[in-house]
């Protein structure tokens, strides 16, 4: 229910030769003090005149996904793979990138390399907790866990492996274990809006709707506009009978993100709850053609097995 920023690792040392490592370095300059457009245009020059390393690749690869350039930063990432096949860096950007959008099982071969050819701890660890989250979208949980345990021998604090941990334990029903996990990472940052956001699902799925509300107000306050929180929020007045407030919440959040599948779902059972067995029927197969099977497993198969016959 949340989404991860990604983590970087821009720790390789330059070696190039007169023109090329004065270029390469006035690049690198330019690229540390975040000029990513002024950095593109210095590494395309050396990339045009095919006097480009890896690393050249690899950071103007970097650059571009700093200026939300998907597509032309995955490309740099294979070129640089491709130049390079041992490069953990590449292979985790790649991969991270894959996972934004949804290409699982191809973030997942890409962050296996990372984790095979790294030779730090912050990039395992940052590779074992974007392949736990890629696990994680599948509901593939023992690989989740297994991920962020690895994760956790490397660096016993770290954030996204906890997070990761505690809503493996939600899916499994574990909330002892889970909201306990979230609580402590809450106590430290009460202004992460993962941990506020996942707390209050997971206090929710536990069945305690109003101490859920509390915490999704909290990441509302933080991010106004986060289509997740709304749809969970709406769950919650739900469940306390407040029907009205779920619908005016869930509305809203389909209008920030419709294609959120969850959302469709939790709009059908709000219709349910108002007697509208059409709309809740119509909501429920718009929650299937979203892709809510894929993600989440049969429960809409079964609402509308119950109820739309």
């Known amino acids: ?50 006097k480009a390393s890896h690393m050249d690749l690899y950071y103007r690869g970097v650059a571009f996904y700093e200026e939300h350039k998907v597509q032309e930063a995955y490309n740099d990432f294979s070129a640089c793979i491709d130049m390079a096949p041992d490069y953990p860096e590449a292979y985790f950007m790649r991969g991270s990138l894959l996972l934004v959008v949804s ?21 395992k660890i940052a590779s074992y907790v ?13 690989g989740c866990i297994k991920d962020c345990k690895e994760a956790l021998k490397l660096d016993s604090l770290c954030r996204g492996a906890l997070v990761n941990l505690a809503t493996c334990y939600g899916y ?65 007045f739900l469940k306390l009978g407040k029907s009205k407030e779920a619908l005016s919440l869930i509305n809203k959040s389909i209008e920030l993100n419709p294609s ?25 197969n718009l929650a299937l053609k979203k892709g809510f099977r894929d993600q989440y497993g049969p429960d809409v198969d079964e609402l509308l097995k119950q109820n739309c016959n």
């Open 1 to 50: 229910m949340y989404k991860w920023k990604l983590l970087l690792c821009l720790c390789v040392a330059l070696s190039y030769t007169s023109n090329c490592q004065s270029l390469s370095v006035k690049a690198k300059s330019a690229f540390d003090a975040k000029k990513y457009n002024e950095a593109i245009k210095i590494y395309s020059s050396l990339i045009k005149d095919n």
């Open 172 to 236: 499994q029903k574990k909330h002892d274990i889970s909201i306990p996990l979230l609580t402590r990472l809450y106590l430290k940052d009460s202004t992460d809006v993962a941990v506020v956001t996942n707390l209050g699902y997971e206090l929710s799925q536990a069945e305690k709707y109003n101490e859920s509300v509390y915490y999704f107000d909290r990441a509302l306050k933080l991010n106004p506009n986060e289509a997740f929180v709304l749809s969970n929020k709406s769950y919650s």
């Open 130 to 142: 974007n392949r736990g989250s890629a696990r994680l979208h599948t509901q593939n949980l023992e």
């Open 103 to 123: 290409q699982i099982p191809s973030a997942i071969n890409d962050l296996n390399m990372a984790i095979k050819y790294a030779t730090t701890d912050t990039l």
């Open 260 to 284: 959120n599948s969850y959302a469709y779902k939790n709009l059908g059972l709000i219709y349910l709850s108002m007697d509208q067995k059409t709309k809740a029927c119509d909501s429920f």
